[in-house]
């Protein structure tokens, strides 16, 4: 059975969904892809100890503070490739930045190929189904592009600024290209 429960924090209403006793996934309100990679219908539980474990989390993260990521069980639910993915979000320190080329060039490394396309990155990193947390939010286009943050491009910037990353070089495009 999946359980979910909710969080209220500084970027809205959050959405957390959890398999046995592993957080499966953390959504924002509206988010683009929302519980996409839940097979069930969720049921909701507000006790779980993952819940609380990932609220305390969520907590010390929205006081300015940078919880390792390490203490949480996390089972997000996709392919190789995506997780392989989800693995280099896992990697990017609190308050940095890296553009979906960058990731390219460490997934196509990782998987013993010539090349990865940033697109297909890019498509892996919308569909990050544990937001905040499998810091998406980090990844940035080429030349400072704040683009295709499924949560929403404002509260990428929220994320970023709470974590004191140096925002001077980077910009909001006129149009939307989230994934």
Not at 15 to 35: I, M, R
Not at 42 to 68: C, M, R, V
Not at 145 to 160: E, M, P, S, V
């Amino acid at each position: 059975m999946y359980y979910s429960t909710q969080y209220s924090s500084p970027v809205g209403l959050i959405t957390l969904a959890s398999y046995n006793d592993q957080l499966v996934g953390l959504w924002l309100e509206g988010q683009k892809y929302f519980a996409d990679t839940i097979p069930n219908n969720l049921k909701e539980h507000h006790n779980l100890a993952i819940f609380n474990l990932t609220k305390q989390w969520l907590d010390n993260y929205f006081a300015g503070n940078n919880p390792s990521i390490d203490t949480l069980p996390m089972a997000p639910i996709g392919g190789d490739f995506r997780q392989c993915v989800w693995q280099i979000l896992c990697e990017i320190p609190y308050g940095s930045v890296i553009t979906y080329g960058e990731i390219a060039k460490k997934v196509a490394e990782r998987m013993q190929k010539s090349s990865m396309s940033s697109q297909a990155v890019g498509g892996a990193v919308g569909h990050n189904p544990i937001s905040i947390i499998i810091p998406c939010h980090r990844v940035v286009g080429a030349n400072g592009n704040l683009t295709g943050y499924a949560g929403g491009i404002n509260k990428k910037i929220q994320l970023l600024e709470l974590e004191g990353a140096n925002l001077t070089n980077l910009y909001i495009p006129k149009t939307s290209t989230a994934p």
